[in-house]
């Protein structure tokens, strides 16, 4: 445990992620609508030491009740549609809508149109667009980040 | 109509094993997967709609067969209940398996989760924290990729098996090639083999990372989760600079690969999966040593070798429980000469059997890619092999969940039929099969033991 914790120190060092320079934060709740977990997968990384997002405040919140920012992945299906659309109405105002990839942004999606429901734009206005197949971690990040630095 | 039924069952008594089960045209077609990792097809035509169930042989083909019932409208005589699948518009007791009991209640999870999860919904069924039964109901994420890919050419195909799951894109695309590869009579070349074969080892290397790590996740071990997250972000940051896509999309393709290493690609990558091994060796032997953490693994999420080989398990879920079977063994058009299975010392079935067989297989994964890193890698075209009579192409490759078949069926140069089973899909059952008798919170340890895609599944 002490090795793990030293190497993971080290491995900090050397990656020297600047220091937050921000007073903000954004909680952040995800919704897979669809996805084929590229957007998931890179998504969890952001917290890892490489990223280390938590450092902005920026974090995955366990509730649409915490959260600022409802993240979405994927083209929504027909099936998806409905629990999406909950999860947004559980959220508190000022409430905003983040498309993460290029399926959530209706880009090269693949599917039965009788078994998608639309972009992501076609259910909820959507505030921030991250393209991408899948948008990596660096540029997930700085979009998010942007975002804060946006937000009145 | 009994052919089928006796075809089926003298397969599975020689040692076989239903690979898949998919309705096409008038018939229902079952792959039927030799310990050697042949495959057949046996076939029952439909009457009225109809067909025999084989799910009393082999349950493994029972959520087969519910897809079939819900996408084709086929009836199965002797499944009952045949209950949805895909289908969600039915309530609650037409789905799930009716428990009754004093103080029995239900606990419901999802489709939403509170983190960065795929959707699906599970249905628990529990006396105060005992897990009695778990349904799951997933196909929250089915997009109708199968469907939607009739009529395409083999290239055009390529992405609706391509891009239904990150974390499997080369196994599903390897399994489609090869399925078409089969139907036009083509065979690999010594470099696209071997090309083949390094981006399945390198989508194995990523996963089986990652997977190590959602398991220290499991049990809130942050510094485990950490640590083999920094490994994942390294092992796809090679995947970038070796094909220029961190999930390896658009490395394959049909009838040949583009997929070329330089001898400066293969330094770079040489010194990495070094690097790699070491870093990950060590962390590893910290999770060893990491009490607490250990103590949360052994006798959790139970699969017997005997309900494994009933319900199908493959890959490192199935290993872990004493079940040999790796479609890598078998080598069909790939370069894993002299490839024998490993399996951890204990093959108890539980999530520390399911965890240490990740580690075993990721040191094995470490070795194959030495060996095919050796040379420069070229472009390359398969070539004429056996002649492509078939009417039916199958391609069966091991993704570092499990056996993953893909079936083409062609009209001259167009997709007819696809339908790809992938490890996750066969190993959904044996998930919520691990999950009865245990307590509710072990259950996000014991699924993420499985570490199963739902976006394969769902397709």
């Known amino acids: 445990m002490l090795t793990l914790l030293r190497d993971l120190r080290r491995l900090r060092r050397s990656i020297a992620l600047p220091a937050p320079d921000r007073g903000r934060s954004l909680a952040v709740r995800h919704v897979d609508a669809g996805s084929c977990n590229g957007c998931e997968h890179e998504l969890t990384l952001l917290a890892g030491p490489h990223y280390d997002l938590q450092r902005f405040g920026l974090g995955v919140v366990a509730s649409p009740r915490h959260a600022d920012v409802l993240l979405v992945t994927g083209p929504v299906t027909s099936r998806m549609r409905e629990p999406l659309l909950a999860a947004y109405q559980a959220m508190p105002e000022p409430r905003r809508v983040a498309a993460l990839g290029d399926c959530a942004l209706g880009c090269n999606v693949l599917g039965l149109a009788s078994e998608l429901a639309g972009r992501v734009e076609d259910v909820l206005p959507v505030d921030l667009t991250i393209p991408g197949c899948p948008p990596k971690p660096a540029e997930i990040a700085a979009a998010l980040l942007a975002f804060i630095d946006g937000a009145g | ?459």
């Open chain 2, 1 to 459: 109509m009994s052919g089928y039924l006796e075809l089926v069952e003298s397969a599975l008594a020689a040692g076989s094993r239903v690979g898949a089960l998919y309705a096409s045209g008038g018939s229902v077609r079952t792959v039927i997967v030799s310990p050697h990792g042949a495959t057949q097809i046996a076939e029952a035509p439909l009457r009225d709609g109809r067909a025999p169930s084989i799910v009393g042989l082999a349950p493994a083909a029972a959520w087969d067969e519910r897809e079939a019932a819900d996408l084709y409208g086929i009836r199965f005589d002797g499944h009952e209940p045949l209950r949805p699948l895909v289908h969600h518009d039915l309530d609650l007791a037409g789905w799930t398996v009716p428990v009754h009991g004093e103080d029995v209640y239900q606990v419901a999870v999802g489709p939403t989760h509170a983190g960065v999860i795929e959707s699906g919904h599970f249905r628990f069924h529990v006396v105060g924290d005992r897990i009695l039964q778990l349904d799951a109901r997933l196909f929250y994420k089915h997009r109708g990729l199968e469907r939607a890919a009739e009529g395409q050419s083999a290239d055009g195909g390529l992405a609706y098996v391509g891009r239904a799951c990150a974390a499997c894109a080369v196994s599903n695309s390897v399994a489609y090639a090869h399925a078409w590869e089969e139907l036009l009579g083509l065979a690999p070349t010594a470099d696209l083999a071997r090309g083949r074969t390094i981006l399945l080892e390198l989508e194995r290397l990523w996963s089986h990372l990652n997977d190590i790590g959602a398991i220290c996740a499991g049990v809130g071990f942050a510094a485990g989760n950490s640590g083999f997250a920094a490994l994942t972000e390294r092992a796809r940051r090679l995947n970038e600079r070796l094909t220029g896509h961190r999930f390896l999309f658009g490395a394959v393709q049909v009838g040949g690969s583009r997929f070329t290493l330089t001898r400066d690609d293969l330094a770079h990558a040489r010194t990495e999966l070094e690097e790699l091994r070491a870093e990950s060796r060590r962390a590893w032997r910290e999770l060893l040593f990491n009490a607490s953490f250990q103590d949360r693994l052994p006798d959790v999420g139970v699969v017997s070798a005997e309900d494994g080989r009933a319900l199908g398990a493959v890959g490192p879920a199935a290993r872990a429980s004493g079940l040999p079977d790796d479609a890598r063994a078998a080598g069909r058009r790939l370069a894993y000469d002299g490839f024998a299975a490993v399996a951890p010392r204990r093959t108890a079935g539980d999530v520390q059997a399911r965890l240490e067989q990740r580690a075993v297989e990721l040191l094995q994964t470490f070795d194959l890619l030495d060996d095919l890193l050796a040379d420069p890698l070229d472009a390359s075209a398969a070539v004429p092999g056996a002649p492509g009579a078939e009417a039916v192409g199958v391609g069966l490759v091991e993704s570092p969940r499990g056996a993953t078949v893909c079936v083409v069926e062609r009209d001259g140069a167009l997709i007819r039929r696809l339908h790809l089973r992938t490890g996750s899909y066969a190993n959904w059952p044996v998930v919520a099969h691990a999950a009865a008798g245990n307590l509710l919170p072990d259950f996000p340890l014991i699924n993420k033991s499985f570490e199963l895609c739902y976006a394969c599944a769902d397709r």
